[in-house]
T-cell receptor, first 113, second 115 residues
Framework: DGGITQSPKYLFRKEGQNVTLSCEQN?????MYWYRQDPGQGLRLIYY???????QKGDIAEGYSVSREKKESFPLTVTSAQKNPTAFYLC????????????FGPGTRLTVT | AQSVTQPDIHITVSEGASLELRCNYS??????LFWYVQSPGQGLQLLLK??????LVQGIKGFEAEFKRSQSSFNLRKPSVHWSDAAEYFC?????????????FGKGTHLIIQP
């Protein structure tokens, strides 16, 4: 079955540590996205990528980094510079960049203490 | 830039009753419009989308939505809700012809189903 996988489902880290969230898709989609979700805030765009080896900052990129070395993979690193990293993180992909429908992974709940 | 407003943060409906969730958008032309549903702790699932043509679109799980250009609205409806419909619902808008950063999402409406 085609889809998007995110791992792990739950992640716990100590403050000051960097942590990398995995996102893989086998939909042959060109574009991939990372969102952060907090209660009552909806989805906020962190980073997006339309093509391998290229990515752009979204609305809340500070404290995060990404890479896109393969079409299928778009890992997100939450660095120690992120002030409030505890959140639910969602990865999505779409056929092309832009305004077509996006398909979402199951999410990763990150808790930093 | 486009924006989306979902005026209702929470909505409570009795099982078997009809449902309407409101969505208003701001955009200079006719946008692409979407409704997504999210169960607790899960990702978002696409319910339906509007690109062009018939302004009443049918989606999965018995949902439909109507695009009203004059009201800048794209409200989601279901004639009879089931307990399994309890979830968070997000309206999203995409700009025609561009916007590499994709969709703009509303803040969501939490649907509660009463027995």
């Amino acid at each position: 079955d085609g889809g998007i996988t995110q791992s792990p489902k739950y992640l716990f880290r100590k403050e000051g540590q960097n942590v990398t969230l995995s996102c893989e898709q086998n939909l042959n989609h060109d574009a991939m996205y990372w969102y952060r979700q907090d209660p009552g805030q909806g989805l906020r765009l962190i980073y997006y990528s339309q093509i391998v080896n290229d990515f752009q900052k979204g609305d809340i990129a500070e404290g995060y980094s990404v890479s896109r070395e393969k079409k299928e993979s778009f890992p997100l690193t939450v660095t120690s510079a992120q002030k409030n990293p505890t959140a639910f993180y969602l990865c999505a992909s779409s056929m092309v960049g832009g305004s077509v429908e996006q398909y979402f992974g199951p999410g990763t709940r990150l808790t930093v203490t | 830039a486009q924006s989306v407003t979902q005026p209702d943060i929470h909505i409570t409906v009795s099982e078997g009753a009809s449902l309407e969730l409101r969505c208003n958008y701001s955009y200079g032309a006719t946008p692409y419009l979407f409704w997504y549903v999210q169960s607790p702790g899960q990702g978002l699932q696409l319910l339906l989308k509007y690109f062009s043509g018939d302004t009443l679109v049918q989606g999965i799980k018995g949902f439909e939505a109507e695009f009203k250009r004059s009201q800048s609205s794209f409200n989601l409806r279901k004639p009879s809700v089931h307990w399994s419909d309890a979830a968070e619902y997000f309206c999203a808008v995409g700009a025609r012809g561009g916007g590499a950063d994709g969709l703009t999402f509303g803040k969501g409406t939490h649907l509660i189903i009463q027995p």
